[in-house]
């Protein structure tokens, strides 16, 4: 699989088979992105790999702390507050199209609840990452950890692996970092779901609208 085709086949899924990803395809997809750009070659990425019993206590604790209505307080803010046009209509098409492909009505807040939840177990994926970066690296290094989690992604496609890109996982920072031992000032960033994905589940049929190249992009030739 060449480089287009593997960043064509990525997307996100949400449902995975009982599988266990084995420790020689994770270290392939690692050792592939660790050839990542970062500025001046600064590579200020750091990945916890949290599997087995060790991530059903983490996610239990998340969806403990997201069920007993705890604050979120991720290292960042994601998204604009208020947040205008057209960025917001592509997030509310987003969530009502996932929402849609799963049977999930308007009015059933315990379904979008329970499908919410869901995320802090990582969509019961065998494997559950985090991508997180020393407390003293500054928005330049947010790029570089971009670009390394994209390499991850492309990584595990070719590696016969899915992934789903997890901001949800940085909203409980407190939680992650008791259990994994990382330190007080960690800038967690985002974690990821990885395994292997269940062709069959209805929720993997679910694909977002992309913008054709033509609506954000200017040439300048004269």
Known sequence: ????????????????????????????????????????????????????????????????????????????????????????????????????????????KAGQRAQWAANYRSFDAPVMLFFWMDGIMQTGSYMDMGMFMQSVMLAAVDCGLATCPQAALAQYPNVVKEHLSLPKDAIILSGMALGYEDTEAQVNQFRTERETVENFTQFYDE
């Open 1 to 108: 699989m060449n480089t287009i085709e593997a960043m064509q086949k990525r997307h996100s899924v949400r449902h995975f088979l009982d599988k266990e990803v084995s420790q020689q395809d994770l270290m392939t997809l690692l050792e592939a992105a660790r050839h990542s750009p970062s500025g001046s070659n600064t590579q200020p990425w750091k990945v916890a790999v949290v599997r087995g019993k060790a991530k059903q206590r983490l996610a239990d604790a998340m969806v403990s702390a997201f069920e007993q209505g705890e604050t979120t307080a991720p290292a960042y803010q994601y998204y604009p507050n208020p947040m205008p046009s057209p960025y917001n209509d592509r997030r509310k098409a987003c969530g009502l199209k996932l929402y849609q492909t799963l049977n999930i009505a308007r009015d059933d």
